[in-house]
């Protein structure tokens, strides 16, 4: 079991807590005092495989039922969020009332952001219950929707008061939602460079096992480390971005959908090694090592077809990217990642072709 905290000189600290088994002994006391209204948001595909969860929720939130939101990246949007609204404007949302959100990171970033901006912030909890929730969205209080230009353009910094992550609750995640977040754990364990990269390297754990449990407790505690030094975002939370930038092109690219985030920072983290070595100096051994996972995790390590100058285009659309030039994270060693700006458009579409071609 491990316990965090993310502090904030604006709010309450956010509690993190990770244990195998904590959903089945939940505690509502514990979580919101006894008079507090608890409002439960839940994706209805995860209390359909975890019914006990369900029976266990439902007695939180007194005579209204679960709020079942079936929602995917596509419907990630305000439309979404007034429909919240709206539920909470029937069911009498006060200032006082904890939301507790339950499902993967499309989830609690719509229901945090909801949170965020209702009655100007009320409090919640988030239960993520993907891979990629678990060790990344929904911890450090960056929530946001969709809009039509582009991926959580709409959002504000708001800290769930807690966030409880039971490792047992991936059991049952697709294997394909196991490959979207292990991009993440690839990430963390470069820029870290301590436990989590010796641990990789000394063997890969399958997909699924419950090896998972401490690589998920690794990864989260990267994130939260990270977060507490610079929550807002200013400087060293860029380090997060790495492999992010040639992953944001990919998906753009390719359409959201059609290549998991998972795999675009996989290849993208690929490509950023690559580029470190150019530019830094790094050890080609390092990108021989994430090859390595990705293959044990038969994650791809190619794409077909790609026009590497619409890929760079895709990259650059943001119009802070246009006024400022792309900010890439390039690592120096393991565990040293570096800000770095004007890379030339040559040098990436090369290293995009040189790595990515299949
Ligand atoms: N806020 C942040 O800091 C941050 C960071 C990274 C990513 N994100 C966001 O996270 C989102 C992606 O989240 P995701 O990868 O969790 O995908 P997701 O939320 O779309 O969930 C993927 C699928 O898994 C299903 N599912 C969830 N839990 C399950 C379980 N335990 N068993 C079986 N099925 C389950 C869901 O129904 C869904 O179909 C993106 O929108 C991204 O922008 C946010
Ligand atoms: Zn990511």
Do not use: A, E, K, Q
């Given at each position: 079991m491990s316990t965090w905290y993310i502090e904030s000189t604006t709010a309450k600290s956010s509690r993190i807590i990770l244990q195998r088994g904590i959903l089945g002994e939940l505690n509502r006391e514990e979580w919101a005092p006894a008079g507090t209204p608890v409002v439960v948001i839940a994706d209805p595909t995860v209390l359909s495989k975890h019914p006990d969860l369900e029976t266990r929720l439902a007695q939180w939130t007194g005579p209204d039922p679960i709020y079942q939101l079936d929602i995917s990246e596509s419907t990630k949007n305000l439309t979404t969020v007034e429909n919240l609204y709206q539920e909470f404007g029937t069911r009498h949302v006060r200032r006082d009332t904890v939301v507790v959100a339950v499902g993967g990171g499309v989830l609690t970033d719509t229901v945090g952001y909801a949170a965020a901006t209702y009655l100007r912030g009320i409090k919640w909890i988030a239960i993520p219950t993907t891979l990629l929730g678990q060790v990344d969205a929904a911890i450090g209080g960056k929530v946001a929707v969709n809009v039509a230009w582009g991926k959580n353009l709409v959002g504000a910094f708001h800290l769930p008061q807690a966030v409880i992550i039971d490792p047992y609750m991936l059991h049952t995640l697709p294997i394909r939602q196991w490959r979207a977040g292990v991009g993440e754990v690839m990430k963390s364990a470069l820029i870290d460079g301590q436990w989590l990269w010796e641990r990789l390297n000394h063997s890969v754990p399958a997909l699924g096992s419950e090896e998972w449990d401490s690589l998920v407790e690794a990864t989260a505690g990267i994130k939260v480390a990270i977060v507490n030094n610079d929550l807002e975002e200013t400087a060293s939370r860029m380090y997060l971005n790495f492999g992010h930038t040639v992953a944001h092109g990919l998906e753009t690219y390719f359409g959201?959908?059609?290549?998991t985030h998972g795999e675009a920072v996989a290849m993208g983290t690929r490509v950023a090694l690559a580029l470190s070595e150019d530019v830094l100096g790094l050890d080609g051994t390092v990108r021989q090592a994430m090859e390595h996972w990705m293959a044990e995790w038969e994650l791809p390590l190619t794409v077909s077809q790609a026009n590497w100058g619409a890929v760079w285009e895709a990259m650059t659309q943001d119009k802070k990217s246009r006024a400022h030039g792309l900010q890439w994270v390039l690592l120096k060693k393991v565990g040293q990642p570096v800000i770095y700006r004007d890379l030339p458009q040559s040098q990436v579409q090369e290293a995009m072709e040189r790595i990515l071609r299949t």
């Open positions: 959201y959908g059609r290549i």
